[in-house]
């Protein structure tokens, strides 16, 4: 009976795969049949970007929001049923020395157990399908395994047939490109990989933030583009230029005309005022707006004569993002420019670095641990184990007053 069950169901999704016109609905519609009869809380199809190789969750079912997320190839179980074609059928992620986990792990889900499986036609896997977690704790069985695995063959073949476009929904003008970067420091006897060959565009007026535990690169990725580390492999291209490895002149040049640096630590001279700590740095780029100007942008125009002493912390903040936007640069780095500070004072220096790409379109680059930050970001960097695990696009940006945390 169970049998003849099963058997009904798998003709029913078949039907709705096979027959209705819009394929889009009709995965999406089987997707959310499948997960209803596998009784499990989520199920994704994952589908890869021809352009950029990247994994986005085309369609999904349950508790998370995958919306405008696209995955780097990376060590995670998607990626590796992608790349290998394998079906797998798991309860204990963590102890398989194949990946690294799951992507979807990085979103505050809990795994208990998960099918996943490709999406294969005759010339190449296009993608995988996924559920996760079966109701009550209980495992998946081989009767799921091979639903899952029957539902993904048929689902290929319709794609390949009909044709599906994805796109991971990020196509502006490249400032600066990172091509397989690779980062290595002396540890003991041998080497240290921080940096396990990093891919990723920054686009010009952006605001981006990279998110990530420590120690996972975020901030040698950061040096490395802002011109204060050097590589230890592959490529970085700014607008075009090869600066893998620039000369010193090159570097100076880069790094004094072409950006500016934000530090959670504010670095001011005490005995500079707000305005001279400003007008020091103005006085070193070939372009600069007027130090007032600057100090006027982030709000200090009352305090430009106060030494740092006099000021409040999340001022002097405000002070090094003065001293940051006066050389009129392309790209502003900011490294946790909030970590220490209390909660009404971020929300003032983020206004300042929200005015700064809104309405100036300078490109922001923000390094950050506080999740909330990330939602006033026009795209969310990820990075996982040395490595771009995901980006996720922000099709509408929080402003910086809205924030919550």
């Not at 929001?65 to 963590?94: A, F, H, R, W």
């Not at 996924?130 to 495992?139: E, G, L």
């Not at 081989?142 to 899952?148: A, G, I, Q, S």
């Not at 946790?336 to 005015?355: G, M, N, R």
Request: include cysteine; hydrophobic fraction near 40%.
């Amino acid at each position: 009976m169970k049998n003849n069950r099963r058997t009904a169901i798998l003709i029913d999704l078949f039907q709705m795969i096979l027959g209705e016109d819009n394929l889009e609905q009709a995965l999406a519609g089987s997707l959310e049949l499948l997960v209803q009869v596998l009784e499990c809380d989520t199920g994704v199809i994952w589908l890869r970007d021809r352009e950029s190789g990247r994994l986005v969750p085309m369609f999904e079912t349950g508790p998370l929001d995958l919306s405008n997320l696209s995955v780097e190839p990376s060590t995670d179980i998607e990626s590796y049923v992608c790349k290998t074609g394998e079906q797998l059928m798991l309860s204990e992620l963590k102890t398989d020395g194949r990946f690294t986990g799951s992507i979807l792990e990085d979103y505050g889900y809990t795994i208990e157990n998960m099918i996943c499986v490709p999406l294969g036609n005759l010339k190449e896997v296009v993608g995988c399908l996924q559920v996760v977690n079966k109701k009550n704790s209980a495992p998946f069985t081989e009767e799921d395994f091979m639903l899952c695995t029957r539902v993904a063959a048929v689902s290929a073949l319709t794609i390949d047939e009909k044709g599906l476009s994805v796109n991971a929904g990020e196509r502006k003008e490249i400032l600066i490109s990172v091509r397989n970067i690779i980062k290595e420091f002396p540890s003991g006897e041998g080497v240290s990989r921080v940096l396990k060959g990093i891919n990723l565009d920054i686009y010009k007026g952006e605001f981006l933030v990279i998110l990530g535990e420590s120690g996972c690169g975020k901030s040698t990725l950061v040096n490395i583009i802002a011109g204060m580390d050097s590589l230890t492999d592959g490529t970085l291209l700014i607008e075009g230029e090869d600066y893998s490895h620039p000369t010193d002149k090159k570097l100076t040049d880069y790094r004094r005309e072409y950006i500016g640096f934000v530090f959670q630590s504010y670095n001011l001279m005490p005995n500079l005022t707000a305005l001279q700590n400003v007008q020091f740095i103005a006085d070193i780029a070939p372009e600069p707006m007027a130090a007032k100007e600057a100090i006027e942008k982030v709000g200090l125009a009352e305090r430009a004569n106060n030494y740092p002493s006099a000021l409040s912390g999340g001022q002097q903040q405000r002070v090094s993002i003065a001293r940051a936007i006066v050389k009129q640069p392309k790209i502003v780095f900011a490294d946790e420019p909030t970590a220490a500070l209390d909660y009404q004072t971020s929300i003032e220096v983020l206004k300042v670095f929200e005015d700064i790409v809104r309405t100036h379109g300078t490109t922001v680059v923000m390094i950050t641990h506080n999740p909330e930050i990330a939602k006033m970001a026009d795209r969310v960097i990820k990075l996982k184990n040395g490595l771009v695990g995901s980006i996720k696009l922000n099709i509408q940006p929080a402003h910086a007053a809205d924030l919550v945390w």
